[in-house]
């Protein structure tokens, strides 16, 4: 099977291209066929893992060479899939949740019109995120995560007809091209560092490179993850994306294409090892956006801004985690997954919630749902207690394991990113638990014409599937380290350290403060009625629920200034490149004009020229002669 | 007698035809100067080749005359035209081409 991972590939990106060119021919039946090329690229994934573990031992992985894609002497790159456990970890989270969104879309975009191209783009999404992940080389990967780039943007654009929605799909789009500035930049200078793009020789060469090379190519691969992951300081997109349809949100903005850059960063290993300034930064950026995103979480009344506020600030985890290198890398991607699970379920649930209230997204226009929505609020509940890190549920295994983790170190490091990691879990703990209460508990605050009711057997499915993953999925992993082994080939063999703190006291501490936050969410939210109308709220709150102004410091710091350089520019080109050759061409418009008088029409006056112009030439001739 | 007073007298025509051509204002006059400036150079032609015992110059001559009559037959035809158009065929009158 690992031979034919290509097809994983090939399936969905064939039938996104049927989706779109049969047009309203394939409306009836559309949706099925992107369900089937889905799911076939889930049996196929699932067919090569299953190879690679009955391989046993270390896989080490296999490169699957396509064809030659830029054949030169210089720089030749052949179009290749790597198969090993890192990969083949992203294809089953990507095709599995991926097929399940797919199931889950066919009930909740029943009533669109253009339910055929949503499943086209959501196909050509899956597509171009597995070849990011298979990728063998930087400027394969570059396809896929330009490919995820386009999906996103469609489908956060998806109903453009709103004019805030497609300046949403606008804004990701322009943000993204940023970070994909990095990774060209990256790319650029690991050519003429290593002459090479694929990872073999890359990696190969890396441990050779100055310390200085691989901080630069570091930090450029870090713009480029911070882009695509949402995180400070390029995360104003991904709030503004939630105006995508909810299953994009899950499955694009919260399970897999956010995750990108963490793919990038742990893939691109070696060369973070041989720079621990740049690693200190991605950490310190992880840690800088977990905060944020949790006190964005906890002002916003947007049920799906507080998700994707979550989002940014589960990968900002992530992000830490992959910054305190080989130690930290197997539970990154631990932690990436878990959160695909749990984060991709609660966003069906909000989805769910969504269609059950007119599309209401409000939460305080929500409450006292779980009477009527029990297996919605059931499975929300599941991914609420996930990631609030209550054992035995996933988020405890893989989110545990990152603080204890920041915490290992010397000097001033581990307390403050331990510190970060640790506080991050008690505001997780109230945002979280603030949503989940105003959403299904306390006292009914509905609009008048809302009749909320349970979602189909097609939308809950999907749900139950992803809420038993949220459950287990954690203690199945890491029972015997499971997945760090699995990953171990890869991510390299971490010795063991201890941390700064003891680990029972650690884990004892992270308990206590997501007791606390829970606790007081349910004093505010939970027992407590909860104003229809946001209170005004103190000045953090203000900052908090307006994003902290990151609007408004891009539109200062980067907007106005390059509109003022782009205007000068324009200024420069009139006067200067246009100003010299209208000049140049007034001066040769006046000689015409002068010349023009010597045409006088006058016949007789030719032939005076022209004899005169006969008798000079005789001249020149006679005289020349002699 | 010598060859010599033939060129002279190409010339001396040549230069009665090109005076015709600048001074009159009737385009057949004008017309009559060019031929004479083309015999002219037929004589001239004629000359040389008897001064020099070489054949070229006589071949030339037959050349012009071929020349010389297809001109006279566009050129009259180009002087009816106008005279149908502007009653006069003066060299003065059209000016279209005046820059």
């Known amino acids: 099977m690992q031979s034919l991972i290509w097809l994983a590939i090939a399936i969905p990106l064939a039938s996104a291209a049927i989706l779109l060119l049969a047009g309203r021919r394939a409306d009836a039946w559309g949706h099925w066929v992107g369900v089937i090329a889905s799911s076939a690229a889930f049996l196929i994934g699932a067919g090569a893992l299953m190879e690679m573990i009955s391989e046993g031992g270390a896989h080490p992985g296999t490169t699957l060479t396509l064809w030659e894609f830029i054949p030169g002497s210089e720089l030749s790159v052949d179009v290749g899939l790597l198969v090993d456990p890192l990969s083949i970890t992203f294809v089953m989270l990507i095709t599995f949740v991926g097929t399940l969104i797919h199931i889950y879309s066919v009930a909740y975009m029943e009533h669109d019109p253009a339910r055929r191209r949503f499943f086209a783009y959501l196909n050509l999404f899956i597509a171009a995120m597995l070849l990011l992940v298979l990728a063998d080389s930087y400027l394969l990967l570059f396809f896929g995560w330009e490919g995820v780039g386009l999906a996103s943007y469609l489908l956060i654009g998806f109903w453009n007809q709103k004019n805030e929605y497609a300046t949403a799909a606008n804004k990701a789009f322009v943000v993204n091209r940023i970070g994909d500035i990095g990774l060209i930049i990256a790319m650029g200078m690991m050519f003429a560092a290593f002459g090479a793009l694929d990872f073999t020789t ?83 950026v992880g840690a800088i956006t977990l905060l944020l995103g949790a006190f964005i979480g906890m002002a916003k009344d947007d049920i799906k801004k507080a998700l994707a506020a979550s989002t940014m600030s589960q990968i900002g985890y992530m992000m830490l985690a992959a910054g305190l290198g080989p130690i930290g890398y197997a539970f990154a991607i631990f932690h990436l997954v878990t959160h695909g699970f749990f984060k991709a379920g609660m966003f069906l649930g909000a989805g769910s919630v969504m269609h059950a209230m007119n599309d209401q997204v409000n939460m305080r226009r929500f409450g006292a749902l779980r009477g009527v929505m029990v297996i919605t609020w059931v499975t929300f509940g599941l991914g609420w207690l996930a990631i609030l890190g209550i054992p035995p549920f996933s988020g405890y295994w893989s989110k545990d394991k990152i603080i204890e983790a920041a915490f290992v170190g010397d000097g001033w ?95 004892g501490l992270t308990l206590a403060l997501v007791l606390v936050g829970t606790v007081i969410a349910w004093m505010k939210y939970g027992r407590a009625d909860v104003p229809e109308e946001a209170p005004a709220g103190s000045l953090v709150t203000i900052a908090a629920r307006n994003d902290f102004f990151q609007d408004s410091v891009n539109r200062a710091v980067f907007q106005r200034p390059g509109q003022h350089l782009t205007r000068t520019l324009v200024y420069g080109d009139a006067a200067i490149v246009d100003g010299a050759v209208n000049k140049q061409a007034r001066g040769w418009a006046r000689l015409g004009e002068s010349s023009r008088k010597l045409q006088t029409g006058q016949v007789r006056s030719y032939a005076l020229t022209m004899l005169v112009g006969v008798v000079l030439i005789a001249l020149v001739i006679v005289l020349g002669g002699m | 007698m010598n060859p010599m007073n033939y060129v ?92």
């Open chain 1, 202 to 284: 890359v990696f190969a060469e890396a441990p050779e490179a100055s310390t200085a090379t691989l901080t630069a190519i570091g930090l450029a691969l870090l713009l480029a993850a911070c882009g695509k992951s949402a995180q400070f300081p390029l995360q104003s997109w991904l709030g503004d994306a939630m105006a995508g349809p909810t299953p994009v949100s899950a499955l694009i903005h919260a399970a897999t294409m956010v995750t990108a850059g963490v793919y990038l960063i742990v893939r691109s290993a070696p060369i973070f090892n041989g720079a621990p300034n740049a690693q200190l930064v991605v950490a310190v």
């Open chain 1, 413 to 507: 490091q581990p307390w403050v990113l331990g510190g970060a990691a640790l506080v991050g879990a008690g505001l997780t703990a109230f945002y979280m638990s603030r949503l989940f209460f105003m959403t299904f508990h306390g006292k009914a605050r509905w609009t008048d014409d809302a009749h909320p009711h349970e979602s189909s057997l097609l939308m809950t499915i999907p749900m139950m599937i992803l809420a038993v993953g949220s459950a287990f999925l954690g203690l199945f992993l890491a029972t015997g380290d499971r997945f760090a082994h699995f990953l171990e080939p890869v991510t390299g063999h971490a010795e063991h350290h201890d941390p700064v703190i003891a680990i029972p006291v650690i884990i």
């Open chain 2, 8 to 99: 002279i007298l190409a010339a001396i025509l040549f230069s009665i035809g090109s005076a015709a051509v600048l001074l009159r204002r009737n385009a057949i006059v004008a017309f009559m100067g060019v031929e004479l400036m083309l015999n002219a150079a037929n004589l001239a032609l004629v000359a040389f080749s008897k001064i020099y015992g070489h054949l070229d110059g006589q071949i030339m001559a037959f050349f012009v005359m071929v020349v010389a009559a297809a001109e006279v037959v566009v050129g009259l035809a180009i002087i009816i035209t106008v005279f149908r158009a502007r009653q006069t065929i003066s060299l003065d009158e059209p000016a279209e081409l005046k820059g």
